[in-house]
């Protein structure tokens, strides 16, 4: 996990101001390095006003933190190549290249790669000409072979461009924020004292910012109030496409969903389906990918643990932890990051029923369901994966303490700002931090502990991909297949948009990597490839199964069939439940606020 800021400039050097600066020391502890350029862009030689005819100058600004995950050793960002001046900031995890697994630093391994795309004879600067088109498909292909999430800015120097962009899914934030004097700023996180015009960059492809024709461009533009049309002359989109549809187009890893509708009437999916077999090998692939090689954290304790799951003892999440323990060297421990929190409304509900009174052992947090969920999955995995050490981590929130901390999580969550956006941040916040309770070893009595592992395993992309949601349900009951493969389509296409930015930059404020295995490119590949019913439940006949595995939920059936087959009989039946209600966020006045209502 990385910090990104960059700024192009007609009249001086933009570099982050302190707050902004703090809050990218916290994504990226491990090194801060600042790197400015002043690139003059030689004036058209073709005759027009003198004004036309003067040579630019961009001042340019790079600004890199990182926290280093990758290696033996920390490389410091941005990464630059001295003969040609280029420079790279990218924050991501590059797995692969092509079909050939990063063993190395992948910043470097990626770095390397565009150095090689961006090799061609002089004078190839030329917007339009033959060259500077293939000069540029070449860095496209470049970016399109990578396969892992990230964002990044890159300044091809030789040809007098920046680009910039996210991941297909968007796994990694990047906001940018531009003014009608041609200013343009990119950086991971919005500056919180000026957090007006930040807007995320869209998942939709990468973008390509040509200094060669930005002076051109604000001439033009000078007395017109059309910014988006200045925009379009120096800023241009290459997009991600299932299949190429121009020139120069990046190549998508994803194909469309299948919306195939025809079913056998005595079709069901059960435990010895092919699919339940395929996605136990897709999901054991990508934690292999996620989980191994992963470095140490700095820790006073004798043995940390260097991954941690956010752990709702959900499906999702309880399934990596089983499959986790069979790539996972046993003598690891894993933490389980399970938060609750104090919600004034729920706790003033149970005071008034009968039983719960001030001498009870109840507590706001024993409320919560997902910390109910989480002991009784907790439970579970220790029955079935003895010699490992799951240390349940009880993440305990006053609602004095989150009181305190909205206004920064608002700060984050930033351009994101609604109700829903609001109380699923804080309990990614609180989670990410790992600042909760152990029980004493001696005693069993709670004791304070802070997990340091900077890895962070989350079950997002499960509910999308197999039809998890309360919605999925519904669209099948009104329009079938087609309307639940519709429905699933829509969730998948704005991942990014909704979530995937917005809970990074929450997560990674405590120097902490959130990792997707349910999003690797492979298995998404696959699960969009195979028809809905080898998914889901919805609407097939009922089979005779292995002790009744006939009787789990419809939604997600293809990973509670997974689950049921590993042992997780209580994970596996456990209901779907949204992150807000199960940690207990949403909803903590009282009142009539509705989660897509703007944060005041």
């Known amino acids: 996990m990385c910090g990104i800021f960059f700024s192009c400039s007609l009249g001086r050097h933009e570099i982050p101001r302190n707050n902004l600066v703090d809050t990218l020391r916290r994504r990226g502890p491990d090194s801060y390095e600042t790197l400015i350029r002043s690139v003059t862009i030689e004036a058209p030689k073709s005759p027009g006003p003198i004004s036309e005819r003067q040579n630019q100058i961009c001042y340019l600004a790079f600004v890199s933190t990182v926290l ?13 190549d001295p003969k040609s001046g280029s420079l790279l900031c990218w924050n991501g995890e590059a797995w692969k290249i092509e079909t050939v697994v990063i063993q190395s630093n992948d910043g470097v391994a990626v770095f390397n790669l565009l150095m090689y795309a961006t090799q ?8 339009g000409s033959s060259l500077y088109d293939q000069n540029l498909r070449h860095v496209v292909s470049a970016f399109g072979s990578v396969t892992g999430p990230y964002a990044f800015v890159f300044y091809d120097a030789q040809h007098h461009r920046v680009f910039y962009g996210r991941d297909v899914l968007g796994r990694r934030s990047l906001l940018i924020k ?23 960059v869209e998942a939709d492809g990468i973008y390509m910012l040509d200094l060669t024709a930005l002076q051109a461009s604000l001439l033009k533009t000078a007395n017109s109030s059309c910014e988006n049309d200045m925009e379009s002359n120096y800023i241009t989109h290459i997009p991600w496409a299932s299949e190429p549809i121009i020139s120069c187009t990046l190549k998508s890893p994803f194909p469309n969903i299948n919306k195939e509708t025809k079913i056998s009437d005595t079709w069901c999916l059960t435990v010895d389906s092919p699919a339940v077999t395929k996605i136990s090998k897709y999901l054991q692939e990508s934690l292999s990918l996620r989980i191994q090689n992963v470095p140490v954290p700095p820790s006073t304790a004798p043995a940390p643990a260097r991954i941690a799951i956010l752990f709702s003892g959900g499906l999702d999440c309880t399934l990596l932890a089983r499959l986790v323990h069979e790539i996972f060297p046993k003598e690891e421990d894993i933490d389980l ?7 004034p409304r729920v706790v003033q509900a149970a005071l008034g029923v009968s039983g719960h009174t001030a001498s009870t052992s109840f507590t706001p947090y024993s409320l919560c369901p997902d910390r109910i969920t989480g002991l009784s999955s907790h439970v579970e995995l220790l029955k079935l994966c003895p010699g490992r050490t799951w240390r349940f981590v009880s993440i305990d929130i006053a609602y004095s303490e989150m009181q305190f901390h909205r206004s920064q999580v608002i700060a984050l969550i930033h351009p994101h700002n609604t109700e829903m956006d609001l109380s699923i941040a804080c309990a990614l916040y609180f989670a990410a931090h790992g600042s909760g309770t152990i029980p004493n070893c001696s005693t069993g009595l709670p004791m304070p502990y802070i997990s340091p592992s900077r890895v962070l395993l989350s079950g997002l992309g499960a509910d999308e991909l197999f039809g998890g949601y309360t919605r999925h349900a519904t669209a099948f009951c009104r329009k079938s297949f087609l309307g639940l493969a519709d429905e699933l389509e829509l969730d998948f296409k704005r991942l990014g948009k909704r979530n995937l930015g917005r809970d990074d930059r929450v997560t990674s404020h405590w120097s902490k990597e959130v990792r997707y295995p349910y999003l690797d490119e492979d298995l998404v590949s696959w699960a969009l490839s195979i028809p809905v019913w080898e998914k889901c439940g919805f609407g097939q006949a009922e089979a005779e199964a292995a002790e009744n595995s006939s009787n789990l939920e419809p939604g997600k059936k293809l990973l509670r069939l997974l689950a049921w087959k590993l042992g997780l009989r209580g994970a596996a039946a456990e ?12 909803k903590m006045e009282v009142g009539k606020k509705k989660g897509t209502q703007t944060l005041s």
């Open 68 to 80: 280093s995950l990758r290696g033996n050793c920390t490389v410091r960002q941005p990464l630059e």
């Open 120 to 127: 061609s004879p002089t004078n190839t600067s030329k917007r």
């Open 178 to 200: 531009k003014n009608p004097a041609g200013n343009v700023f990119i950086s991971s996180i919005g500056d919180a004292s000026d957090s007006k015009g930040w807007t995320e």
């Open 337 to 343: 990051l399970n938060v609750a929190f104090e919600n």
């Open 575 to 586: 209901k779907k439940r949204a992150i807000q209600f199960g940690a207990r966020t949403a």
